[in-house]
């Protein structure tokens, strides 16, 4: 078996160029890959492509790349945490494909298991399947490129006639991901919220980049505790416990 392990973060990314087009894990900020985002900032990388559940905050997460100029074009299904994001987006700076969330879980899934396409109920009757969504504006309050119409059909089911809405499968040159724990094959194990998108994420990438806070050796990891099998990890990175912040603290009105 191959040893994935690299000595830092900023070796894992080296190679990823301008322009090239990344799934990165996290739910809010959970499981967000900071180490390898950080390596990517500091190398100067831009003109980035990025598919993820949101952008971080304006100062985590990918909301430093953001912030950095370094972001083309998000993919996402929330982006309500980050005043940068809103402001780019308004002013034509950035291009937004906003999809539903469980759609591009789905479409992150379907991109790793070699499947083109997908037809689901979600955003039927919706501008999401009619067009007309705004993905870049002119700047002025103008719409300068809108979401395409897709197909859709009909499909009988437990007999009724019902529409869908095809989706694409996505599918990018790099994913960035954090799990808690991995061995140098690049089994993963992942805690909690950070299971969310970081499997799905790594499964999209040709090449999985994954920063793991404990590795462990090989047979280490029960194979049934395993979540994500090394066959879609590529490289691997120890970067030991990392900050977990959170987005929003909020405490009971009761006792101080």
Known sequence: MIDKTWPSAADAVAD????????????????????????????????????????????????????????????????GENKEFERQFLSGELELEL?????????????????????????VGTQVAEGGLPRRYD????????????????????GEPRD??????????FALVHAWKGDRHGNLVFRKAARSFNPLAAMAGR??????????EPGEIDPDAVHLPGVFVHRIVEVGEVE????KRTVSGGAR
């Open 244 to 247: 977990k912040r959170i987005e």
């Open 16 to 79: 990823i160029p301008d322009g090239a087009s990344l799934a990165v894990g996290g739910f809010g900020l959970s499981g967000n890959p900071i180490a390898l985002i950080e390596a990517l900032l500091a190398q100067g990388t831009r003109h980035l492509s990025v598919v993820s559940n949101n952008c971080g905050v304006d100062d985590w997460g990918l909301g430093i790349l953001l912030g950095a100029g370094r972001i083309r074009k998000m993919t996402s299904s929330y982006v």
């Open 99 to 123: 999809t539903p969330q469980g759609t591009l879980a789905e479409k992150l899934r379907a991109g790793g298991a070699g499947i083109a396409a997908f037809f689901t109920q979600t955003g």
């Open 207 to 216: 090449i999985c980049i994954a920063q793991v806070e404990h590795l462990v």
């Open 164 to 173: 869908f809405v095809l989706e694409e499968a996505i599918s990018t040159d």
């Open 139 to 158: 700047g002025e309050g103008g719409i300068a490129v809108a979401s395409p119409a897709k197909d859709v059909r009909s499909f009988d089911v437990r």
